[in-house]
């Protein structure tokens, strides 16, 4: 695993203090690789199969390698006030390469993430146990993956190309010491370019939680 190189940053920032409370980020690049390697089998006189299993790789070993590159970096942004705004947007980014006898292949795959909360005030003529906590989310995959002959002309063919995209919108508070309630809605979206197929759910649900002790178990 060389490079691997990760950066952490926060702040405060005096002269935006009135509108943002704090900002903080990550960031990282990591390289992995990997070496494989399986010597030949052949059968003795005995008719038995056994491996040749010499001190260094011969020129009939079997070897393959797998690279992986990835970056994912994330921003929070916390905005100023007694409930504040908070923000976070994500993004990972990964490569992979794999060459070994037979077979060569490149796969990406792509993620972005984002989300944003903030609590509410409940009017006082509910008399309110809690403030309403409200979060949207939204969440996007995509991946693709192909496998590679030198010896064509278009030498990259395709085996997969998909993904995800996903919405969310969820509110929560308190309604009693042992009861709260909540309300989500969702879409989901799957998709496939390779099979040119989509696939969509929307979601709608109201729950009641409700918290009891029956006392301890003897």
Do not use: C
Request: net charge positive; no cysteine; charged share 25%.
């Amino acid at each position: 695993m060389f490079p691997d190189l990760a950066l952490r940053w926060s702040t405060k920032p005096d002269r935006l203090r009135r509108v943002i409370s704090s900002i903080g980020g990550t960031a990282r690049a990591v390289q992995t690789r990997q070496l494989n390697s399986r010597q030949p089998e052949f059968v003795n006189a005995s008719g038995e199969l056994a491996s040749a299993a010499p001190l260094l790789p011969s020129p009939g070993t079997d070897r393959g390698e797998t690279v992986v590159t990835s970056f994912p970096a994330t921003v929070a942004i916390v905005f100023a006030g007694g409930r504040p705004l908070a923000t976070t947007v994500g993004y990972a980014f990964s490569r992979r390469r794999e060459a070994r006898p037979g077979l060569s292949a490149k796969t990406a795959d792509a993620d972005i993430n984002a989300e944003i909360s903030k609590p509410w005030a409940l009017p006082p003529s509910w008399k309110p146990r809690s403030d309403l906590r409200t979060r949207l989310t939204y969440q996007e995959t995509h991946g693709d993956n192909f496998v590679l002959n030198p010896e064509a002309i278009n030498n990259e063919s395709r085996l997969s190309d998909n993904g995800r995209r996903a919405f969310s919108f969820s509110a929560d508070t308190d309604v009693a010491e042992n009861f709260s309630t909540s309300f989500v809605a969702s879409r989901v979206e799957s998709f496939d370019r390779n099979l040119n197929r989509r696939f969509t759910q929307t979601v709608l649900s109201a729950v009641l939680h409700l918290q009891f002790y029956a006392g301890e178990m003897k």
